[in-house]
């Protein structure tokens, strides 16, 4: 793999982390917004931008000018600085990707885990991580970030991950060990919405949610332009809340919740039980679409429950703007209008309308968020490239 002896510290604090947070997610922006931001005087805004301009992290934008003032050079990141790896690890896979410093997608891979061994599974994100540094060759590959399903500690340690049956692993230095890579774990959803806080369709929303769909439901915030994260985050708290007192049992027994009303294996389940035959996910909606009446039943009410959950997170966190993602949004292609006429029926008349974004990129955008935390990792560190 591409030699990390390039990065190196910046001496600095909080608020430069802070400065380099915003120009790589709002950049190129302006001076003048970034002191009003931080709350920066021009002299301490220069004193604080002039380490990462010498190293070659920050660029100038074209000369702007506003009114009768001088002509000013927004400030951006540069992209090409430093090459990140991220990697999702699912029950049976790893899809992984290399970005850019702002975790644009250089290339893309996947591979089937021989088992959900701890050692196989490092084994094959070390090999799916040198496949793609190999795929995508340039600047130094900075760092490594893996997301899964489940709780993960401060310090990288998977304390649950139920897809994968682990309980109290090592997982951040495992990856070490195997890749030579700064290595940094996070739960797949928190992973996700930093990427959509990134780059995504409200990227220049200042609070939103992230609602996502497939083996299982998940639930992101973002509040104030900031990712929230608790240490209740990944315990899966979001995929059993109740949305129909008399619906099906998710696997834990809960009646009518988001895991049994909205992920995929309850859909599927439901509709082999219906039709008497195995069917797969992506034939349910299939027949959905087509006016099948069983699986148009099944697909408006899982809408219904989807418009019940986004009025919930709506009205309790106060946002009026969600992102919808994850493997099985496609059921948004067939459950939209059961979902957004429930969503229109739990909101108050003159509350602001919803906002809603689809993420339908599916496996990638797990991938890039999970390059978004060892971005942030590094910003945090401020263990960024050394110029060139």
Not at 246 to 256: A, E, N, W
Request: aromatic residues 4%.
């Amino acid at each position: 793999m591409a030699s990390v002896n390039a990065i190196e510290a910046i001496p600095q604090g909080g608020t430069a982390r802070e400065l380099a947070r915003r120009v790589l997610i709002h950049g190129p922006i302006s001076r003048a917004d970034l002191g009003r931001q931080l709350d920066l005087s021009p002299a301490s805004l220069t004193r604080l931008s002039k380490p990462f301009l010498d190293r070659g992290i920050f660029v100038e934008g074209p000369a702007t000018r506003r009114g009768a003032h001088r002509p000013t050079r927004p400030l951006d990141i540069r992209v090409d600085a430093a090459r990140f790896a991220g990697v999702k690890i699912t029950g049976d896979g790893a899809s992984g990707v290399i970005t850019d410093l702002r975790a644009g997608p250089l290339a893309e891979a996947s591979r089937s885990l021989p088992s959900q061994e701890v050692d196989d599974v490092v084994a094959a994100v070390a090999a799916l991580v040198a496949e793609l540094d190999r795929a995508a060759p340039g600047a130094p590959l900075a760092g490594l970030g893996v997301s899964l399903g489940g709780h993960v500690s401060d310090d990288g340690d998977v304390t649950r991950a139920p897809f994968l049956g682990w309980r109290h692993v090592a997982l951040s230095t495992a990856l070490e060990s195997a890749t030579g890579l700064p290595t940094t774990v996070e739960n797949d959803v928190t992973a996700l919405t930093i990427a959509e806080q990134w780059f995504g369709a409200l990227r220049d929303a200042g609070s939103f949610a992230v609602v996502t769909v497939g083996a299982g439901v998940g639930y992101g915030l973002v509040v104030h332009d900031q990712v929230v994260r608790t240490p209740n985050t990944g315990l899966g708290l979001g995929g059993h809340i109740p949305l129909v007192a008399d619906g099906p049992l998710c696997p834990d027994g809960h009646p009518g919740c988001s895991t049994a009303m909205l992920s995929a294996p309850s859909i599927v389940a439901r509709a082999t039980e219906r039709l008497g035959r195995q069917v797969t996910y992506e034939e349910v909606l299939r027949l959905a679409a087509e006016g099948h009446p069983d699986m148009r039943e099944i697909t408006n009410s899982a809408g219904r429950a989807l418009g019940r959950l986004l009025g919930y997170v709506t009205n309790l966190a106060m946002v009026d703007a969600v992102v919808l993602a994850g493997e099985g949004i496609t059921l948004w292609d067939v459950a939209a209008p059961a979902a957004l006429e429930q969503l229109d029926a739990d909101r108050d008349p003159d509350a602001t309308p919803v906002r809603i974004e689809v993420d339908d990129a599916g496996f990638t955008a797990w991938a890039r968020g999970a390059a978004a935390v060892a971005v942030t990792a590094a910003l945090r560190s401020l263990r960024l490239p050394a110029g060139t």
